[in-house]
């Protein structure tokens, strides 16, 4: 009897004990990040550009960090290029139709560690409705910080490269000179700044 005892006892305290290991919770800040992108124009030089509006959960596994995870959604009517007529273009359904397909999403797959500290972050990004697989280019996170108002904070940044036909984003103009007016290659860079979850 004494030894059931004992044994429940050890289980119920292995089961409260936090796992080691386990994942943290990350929000991003949106104040302090940058979702960018910037592509070919007339074929000499590129057009830069952000989205002002996404949020998402970063969850960081420090003892093991493929065990990580991350999942971002961004606003494509807030697609900024500081020009409102080619904003307003590329809200259009020649581009992203953000009345149809709202939003952007990526969700991680699977991380993997690419030597000193950096990783490749494979998932699924979901533009224009259609989703194909890409890999992140992800810089060493930062060490924890304590802001001025106690909470926790670390970044880093990534970057990948896509080509927009395969979200279904088409439209182009012929130059008499030859070529085309926006190229097909869309380099993607994201600087990343993290708040720790409250614990609730």
Do not use: C
């Not at 949106?30 to 057009?47: E, I, K, P, Q, T």
């Not at 420090?62 to 009517?77: H, L």
Request: charge should be positive; aromatic fraction near 6%.
């Amino acid at each position: 009897m004494r030894k059931n005892i004992t044994k429940a006892m050890l289980i119920a305290a292995i089961m409260a004990t936090p796992a080691l290991g386990s994942a943290t919770e990350w929000n991003i800040d949106a104040d302090h990040s940058n979702v960018g992108f910037s592509v070919s124009h007339l074929m000499v030089s590129h057009v830069k550009g952000n989205f002002n509006k996404y949020s998402g959960v970063v969850d960081i596994n420090d003892k093991d960090i493929t065990k990580s995870s991350v999942n971002v959604t961004i606003d494509a009517a807030s697609i900024n290029t500081n020009v409102q007529k080619r904003d307003e273009h590329l809200r259009s359904a020649d581009f992203f139709d953000a009345a149809k397909y709202p939003t952007l999403t990526f969700v991680s797959k699977k991380w993997t560690q690419a030597g000193k500290g950096a990783l490749k972050v494979a998932g699924d990004l979901t533009i224009h409705g259609v989703t194909k697989p890409v890999v992140l280019t992800v810089a060493p996170f930062s060490r924890e910080s304590k802001d001025p108002w106690g909470n926790m904070r670390r970044g880093t940044s990534a970057s990948t490269t896509i080509n927009r036909k395969d979200y279904g984003l088409v439209w182009n103009q012929a130059l008499e000179t030859g070529g085309v007016a926006v190229g097909e290659d869309v380099n993607i860079s994201l600087d990343v700044e993290l708040v720790k979850a409250k614990i609730k």
